[in-house]
Structure formats: structure tokens, C-alpha cells
């Protein structure tokens, strides 16, 4: 959640050129989104019974034994969220483009385009640092997911 909260405030600086106090403004409303969210997918997890055990390894989670509710309360979140990010990002990369752009057809903005060269640069690296780790345990639980059944039958007598 903090991920798409972080470049939607991007976005909403970049693309739509939102000012810092119009951003912090709304701060109160980002984190009750980014609280709440999780505190609802939480309740739903619990209410639903969806947490179950690892016969192997004992550990408890959703979706260890049940596909349904790994697709359904992991999976698709953690998707969702991912591209939803993303998508708000690479808007606000755009936007960067064309400002940056704008910046180099006038005469006299080289050392601000530098700086937001650096600034895109930066955004660049953490969004990586986020994205590459994300898309890894994502494409696992899909691993996960696929190959269960077959694990189970594997270990039975």
C-alpha cells in the first residue's frame, strides 16, 4: 500500500504538478488508506478462516494449504498493488520526460534539468529496489501455486 500511496504522491507532483502543501493536505488521507486497507484485508482473512498451516514446517499463513485463498488474499493484492504503482509511476516518469524537455528547450535551465536528472535517477533506483523484489515473490507464490498440488501428491504414500 505504502508503494502505491509513495508514487501516487509522485504522480500527483510530477504529472499534475501538485504543490507540496496541496500534497500534504491530503497526508491524513493516505495513511488512513494505507492503514485501513490492510486492516480490512486482515479482518477478511481472519473472518473467512482462510489462515492454515504448513503440515512440513508448521508455519501458519494464507493460503499454505488452500490455492483458492493464496490467489485470492496474496495473490491478487499484492498484484493489484504492484500495478497500480507501477502505472502511477511510470505516469509521473512521463511527465518527468516532458518537463525535463521543456527545461532543456530553454535557454538557461541546465544546472535544474541536472537536478531533476538526479531526481529521476533516484526515483529510478528505489523503484527498481521495490519492483524487482515484488515481481520475485510474486512470481514465487504463482510458482507456488501451480506446483502444489503436484507437491502434495508427491509426498502422500
Known amino acids: 500500500i505504502w508503494w ?3 508514487s501516487f504522491t509522485w504522480f500527483l507532483a510530477a504529472g499534475l504538478k501538485w504543490g507540496n502543501e496541496a500534497i500534504t ?3 491524513q488521507y ?3 488508506a494505507a492503514w485501513m486497507i490492510p486492516t480490512i484485508q486482515t479482518v477478511s482473512v481472519l473472518l473467512s478462516g482462510a489462515v492454515d498451516g504448513d503440515p512440513v514446517s508448521g508455519i501458519c499463513y494464507v493460503g499454505n494449504m488452500n490455492m483458492e485463498n493464496l490467489r485470492n488474499f496474496v495473490l491478487a493484492p499484492l498484484l493489484v498493488y504492484l500495478l497500480l504503482g507501477t502505472s502511477f509511476l511510470v505516469a509521473g516518469f512521463v511527465s518527468l520526460f516532458r518537463i525535463r524537455n521543456v527545461i532543456k528547450k ?3 535551465g541546465g544546472s535544474k534539468a541536472d ?3 538526479k531526481l529521476m535517477i533516484r526515483i529510478g533506483i528505489f523503484s527498481v529496489l521495490y ?12 510458482y ?8 502434495l501428491e508427491s509426498m502422500a504414500c
Open 4 to 6: 502505491v500511496v509513495l
Open 115 to 117: 537536478k531533476l536528472e
Open 106 to 108: 530553454q535557454g538557461d
Open 30 to 32: 493516505f495513511h488512513l
Open 131 to 142: 519492483t524487482v523484489p515484488a515481481t520475485i515473490v510474486i512470481g514465487c507464490y504463482l
Open 25 to 27: 493536505g491530503y497526508a
Open 144 to 151: 507456488e501455486n501451480a506446483y502444489h498440488d503436484m507437491w
